[in-house]
Structures are given as C-alpha cells and as structure tokens.
C-alpha cells in the first residue's frame, strides 16, 4: 500500500492547488476531493503513485496541464483523473472514444502544396512526433541502466539507416560540449535543458546519461533521445511547404518503426509520458510572422477556434520573438496523424489569408 507520507502530500497538493487562485491547470480542474480520496492509496506494479502524477503540476502552478503518465498503467489506474482532463485537452475525446488506426498521410502528401510560396509569412515548418519503446516505463519509472540500455538500441537503429536523405549520426549529450548544445537549441533543433515541468516530474534524473540527438547532415530529420519522450522523429525545414515536411517524417518514422516495437495502447493510441501527446502524438507547427492579426486581442480565440495553439519562439512556456509565433495543432487524440497535419494547414491557411485582409 502507498506509504502515509505519500498519502500526505497529495493531500497537501491538493490543498495547495484549491488555494492557488492564479492557477487555471486542467490538473487544478480535474483533481477534486473526491478523485483524491478514490486514488490517493493506488500503485501502480512499478510503484508510481498519484503523487508521481500530479507532482510537476503541484510545484509549478502555471503548468497547463500538470500531470504526467509515470508508466502506461497510470493511465487506467488513475483514470478517474486522466480522462475528463484527456476530453478537456483533445477536443471532448470521450472515455468511450477509440483513437483511429494510424494514418501518416502516405500518398496524400501531394495535396499539402505551400502555404506560403512567396516567402512572405511563414520562416520555418516542423512535425513531430513521440514514440515509447516496448518494454519500458517512462521517466520517473527508468533506472540509469535502462536509459543507457535504451540509448543503445537506439543508436543502433541510426547506424542502419541507409536512405541517403535520412542517415546521419547521433551526438550523445554525455560529452556534447556546451557551444555546440547552445547553439543546437538556440538555432531549433535540440530540446532545452532544465525543463521545471519535466525536472518536477521526476523525469530528468541522471541527466545528461541516455539522452542525445540524431541528425541528418542537413538537420530536416532528427531524432530526439530520452528527453520527455524515449523518442521524438522531427522533419522541419526553412518555409511552409508542409508536404515536404511531411513526406520526410513518414520515410522516417516508416524507417525507424521498421527496427523497434512501440507502446500503443487501443484506446489511446501511441502512448506518451504526457497525456497531451496521446494518441497521434503529432505536433506539426509553423515559425509564423502575421504582425496585423496577432496584435489583434481576438488573436487567441480566433487561433482557439481554428484548433490551433500558439507557443513562442523556443517552444513550449516561451515568448514570441520579433513578432514570431510558433503555431500548431492542438488536439493529437481522436484524429488521424494526416488529421492533425491538415488542422494545423487549414488553420494557417485561414489566419494568412486573415492577415492578408486586414
Ligand atoms: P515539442 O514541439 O517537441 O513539443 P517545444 O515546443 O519545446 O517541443 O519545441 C521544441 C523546439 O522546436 C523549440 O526549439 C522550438 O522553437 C522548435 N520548433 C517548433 N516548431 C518549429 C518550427 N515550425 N520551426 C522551427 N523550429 C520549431
Ligand atoms: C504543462 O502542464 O504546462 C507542462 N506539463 C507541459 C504540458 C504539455 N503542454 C501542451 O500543451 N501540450
């Protein structure tokens, strides 16, 4: 049974959450009295507890979300608190609701044609997605050993790729020197380092152990390694001609899914260590510069309305730089990859056209 420290501090947290008036989490939402009192004394067959889930969202109270999947039975364990805040997040996915089968959008890149052929808009273009190996937990769970086991295999998968376009080589973080992390991050392409959401969740031990990248020699395919996710396949490349980018992820995750099992459950689809990730796990974003409309205060809502989410120039809790939003699909749970792909075109194609206008 959970020992009466942990029972304590999810009472605490608890209680620190329902004092925070400046806290608008789906954590804040969702964890009521009751929900704590039916999972406080749960555990997972790994241990995790509920204070493994809510912990991130109780020590930052600006978090969005505020919780996280220690292993993939947290997220039927606790279910009480994951799927009203999973329907909140993705567009009113229900408990009853069944992730579709995957569908990159092999063979429908075509229609994707450039948002913005006169360069005018759009800087950058970039889809990602998350995979879970078979086999293991996620961060909080994962001994050293495990993240060194993981970073073997997938070392391993890199050294045979063999598509000209895609090969490349992995820079393990353990030795990277810090110019050369500097500049990877601040040029895009590495992920941050100190994350307090993950740090909080207990998902940065024993950092930068296991963690790494994988990049082609032209840096439009890369691979992140153990940072939030076990693996993160990215396609960007400079403009908005979104197909390409597509066309470059599905070679990629075709070629890597080829070498190595992932979790997927049949509910949720591909399982993720945040639940904001379920399903598609797709993000597919554009480096946008649309002055008239996002000075406008309806910006926000009309970006709400179009399904999309708006984070700043180095990602996620950033700002916006020289007027540069970072501007995705928000939902990845209830649609296809291709689905998610096109919310985030259609969505950009709405706001130039808007901008256009203005
Ligand atoms: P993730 O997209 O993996 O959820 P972040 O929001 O932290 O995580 O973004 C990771 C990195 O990817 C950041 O450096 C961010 O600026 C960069 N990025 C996201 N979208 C684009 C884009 N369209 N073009 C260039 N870089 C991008
Ligand atoms: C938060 O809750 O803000 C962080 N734990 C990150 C959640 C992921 N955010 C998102 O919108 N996809």
């Known amino acids: 049974s959970v020992a009466p420290e942990v029972v304590a501090k999810i009472e605490e947290g608890y209680a620190k959450l329902q004092a925070a ?39 930052n109270l600006d978090s969005g979300v505020g919780v996280y999947a220690p292993d993939a039975e947290a997220y039927t364990l606790f279910k009480p608190l994951f799927d009203p805040l999973i329907q909140d997040y993705h567009n009113g996915f229900a408990p009853s609701a069944k992730q579709p089968n995957t569908d990159l959008g092999e063979g429908k890149t075509a229609a994707l044609v450039d948002l913005d052929p006169e360069g005018k808009f759009i800087n950058s273009t970039r889809i990602r997605c998350g995979r879970s190996l078979q086999g293991y937990p996620f961060n909080p769970c994962l001994t050293e050993a495990n993240y060194l086991e993981m970073e073997g295999k997938v070392k391993q998968i890199f050294n045979n790729i063999t598509d000209a376009e895609l090969a490349g080589s992995y820079y393990p973080l353990d030795g990277m020197t810090k110019e050369v992390q500097t500049q990877l991050i601040a040029d895009h392409f590495l992920f941050k380092e ?109 970006c709400d309305g179009l399904k999309l989410q708006i984070r700043g120039i180095h990602g996620e809790h950033s700002d916006s730089e020289g007027g540069v939003y970072d501007i995705s699909n928000k939902a990845r749970l209830g649609l296809t990859e291709y689905e998610a792909v096109k919310q985030m075109y259609d969505g950009i194609a709405h706001l130039i056209a808007l901008e256009k206008a203005a």
């Not at 009192?37 to 969202?57: H, M």
Request: charged share 25%; with cysteine; proline share 3%.
């Open 21 to 59: 008036k400046d806290c608008h989490s789906l954590l804040k939402k969702y964890l009521t009295k009751e929900v704590v009192d039916e999972l406080k004394n749960k555990k997972t067959k790994l241990g995790a507890t509920l204070l493994d889930v809510i912990q991130s969202g109780v020590a």
């Open 194 to 302: 100190g994350d307090r959401f993950l740090q909080a969740a207990n998902a940065c031990r024993y950092w930068p152990k296991g963690r790494g990248i994988f990049h082609n020699n032209q840096k439009t395919f890369l691979v992140w390694c153990n940072e939030e996710d076990h693996l993160r396949i990215i396609s960007m490349q400079e403009g908005g001609n979104v197909g390409q980018v597509l066309e470059r992820l599905i070679k990629g995750v075709k070629t890597i899914e080829k070498q190595a099992p992932f979790s997927r459950d049949d509910r949720l689809g591909w399982l993720t260590f945040c639940p904001s990730n379920l399903g598609t796990t797709v993000r597919a974003s554009v480096h946008i510069r649309l002055p008239k409309i996002s000075a406008k205060p309806d910006f926000k809502s009309i």
